[in-house]
């Protein structure tokens, strides 16, 4: 967004906050269940806004349903303090008119579409209003005491609807308002924005509701989801300033409803031309978690990594990351780092001499130490045709690394364990000479259990995995939880346990920090996410987050 800042343009920003408020306050309807769905799925707002927006975000549900939920009052000190400087009084100012949708929109890149002065975003808020007059009352208020503040206002008629807006703020902050109508009040940073918005729906072609791809879209939206964001990929990416040598997605919708175990994020990628087919789908999880201690942060499993550089989600995570990143390098999905980095250390290509021959099912599991920063890992393959080449493959080249191939007995199972020889050195005391001795330093483990293959970090990993089956991640009641509310027909799951992985997360991601101050009362509660893909359509991907919240 802007750098600069206006706070008459009253709550933006505050569909995200929202969003973390329907969060953070949903479990508190579990044993005594509220009426919480919002009666559509598509926001009513979208002829306002342009059909080239970049982001456009709509909660569907009036506010002060959601106070149902709260236990100590946070949705209320949200409004208060998003509205302290302003003089106004939500419960008697806004309360009384206030409908079942706010939306949020970023209209354009630059309002004056004038490079040589920089990007000026237009912004566009849409509240829905259920007394005109009660809003229009509302509008004159808010404007008479800024005038009383000092400010020099301005009123102008433009096709028939009269615009408020506050000539003694930056250009790019001329707080703008209007009622348009007899349903919507409307709010943006320049008049520029109400009058193109005004326009939108006066010339249907224009606008977003009447976009083919935000119709196709929308069509994908659950009904009865609280909140829903729509995203025109190519915008977006220009927004960052990027040109994308490869677009295979325009747009993504994401729609948020609760869950009785937490609350569900869904989200469809539509593809501008036909994409890799899913894997086929799996209709319960992969034997091979029963190999994954419970202790594991981070558990991610399915079937058949061999086309995984072709797929459609590898396609999507190289968009991605070039439009968060600004560049088209392959990046390296934060949290599997560890992997990564052997992948460094060895010369390990992983799509080429690991992934190429998992055909079958698999599972990648972190299991993170409090002590050290690096967490312990864990693969498990199953034992298809060609993963026995491809072990013997792995063993040539850590022995081409000057690794030792290293035959075990850990308790009743044969191991196999790739060793460093290294030198250390033991002083008894001052006056003595230290005593050198040579030490095999363990660089990884792999053995055969059952019908699979299973390789970690070292040995004492090795022996959680050899135990597991006593306390495996698969039989966990939180992990069972979390995939309750993922579709059975899926491509598998993206684990990842917040308590046991939140250190680690911080480290590698440092802006978490922050987003979580924001959002206190939904981390305080989150147990865990899950994510996956369950779409089978060659011209979008679908799938959705779970995020599991403590109920006590």
Known sequence: MNRHSFFGFLV??????????IAGFYWFFVKSPVNLIASTSQPSAAIFVSKLAPVTASLLVNPDRLQALEREGELSKLKTSLLAKSRIDYKQDIQPWLGDEITLAITTLDIDRDPENGQQPGYLMALATKQPEKSREFIELLFSKRALAGANLAVEQYKGVKLIYDNSQPEQDLLT????????????????????????????????????????????????????????????????GLKLSEKTYDSEIISLALNPKGLLAETTFLASS?????????????????????????????????????????????????????????????????????????????????????????????????????????????????????????????SSNGLNISPLTLGKQK????????????????????????????????????????????????????????????????FQDSIAAIPQQNQGYIYLDWSKSQNLIERQLPILKLVEVLGKPFFD?????????YGTDTDSLKGGVFFQLDHS
């Open 12 to 21: 933006a920003g505050a569909i995200a906050l929202l969003v973390i408020v």
């Open 177 to 240: 308002g209007a009622v348009v109508g007899e349903d919507f009040v409307l709010f943006a940073n320049n008049p520029k924005v109400l009058r193109e918005a005004i326009n939108n729906v006066q010339a249907p072609d224009l606008n977003l509701a009447k976009f083919p791809e935000y119709q196709k879209a929308t069509k994908q939206v659950p009904k009865g989801s609280l909140a829903v964001a729509f995203l025109n990929l190519p915008i977006v990416a220009k927004w960052q």
């Open 274 to 398: 036909e994409i890799v087919p899913p894997s086929p789908l799996l209709s319960k999880p992969v034997e091979a978690l029963h190999y994954i201690p419970a202790s594991a942060g981070l558990a991610i499993s399915g079937s058949n990594l061999s086309n995984l550089g072709n797929s459609d989600l590898a396609k999507l995570w190289k968009q991605a990351t070039a439009t968060i990143y600004g560049s088209e390098e392959d990046v390296t999905f934060p949290l599997l780092e560890p992997l990564a980095n052997v992948q460094k250390r060895w010369g390990v290509d992983l799509p080429e001499d690991v992934f190429s021959w998992v055909q079958g099912e698999y599972a990648i599991a972190l299991l993170p130490q409090k002590e050290q920063a690096t967490p312990q890992w864990i693969f498990v393959v199953e034992n298809t045709e060609g993963v026995q080449q491809g072990v013997a493959h792995l063993d040539a080249i850590a």
């Open 415 to 478: 191991i196999s364990a790739w060793t460093e020889l290294v030198t250390a050195s033991k002083q008894p005391n001052v006056k003595e000479r230290p005593s050198l001795s040579i030490e095999a330093k363990v660089q990884g483990v792999h053995t055969t259990l059952g019908n699979y293959e299973i390789f970690t970090s070292d040995l004492e990993t090795m022996d959680k995995v050899l135990t597991a089956k006593d306390n495996s991640l698969i039989d966990n009641p939180n």
């Open 525 to 533: 509660k989150l147990r865990s996410l899950t994510v996956s893909s």
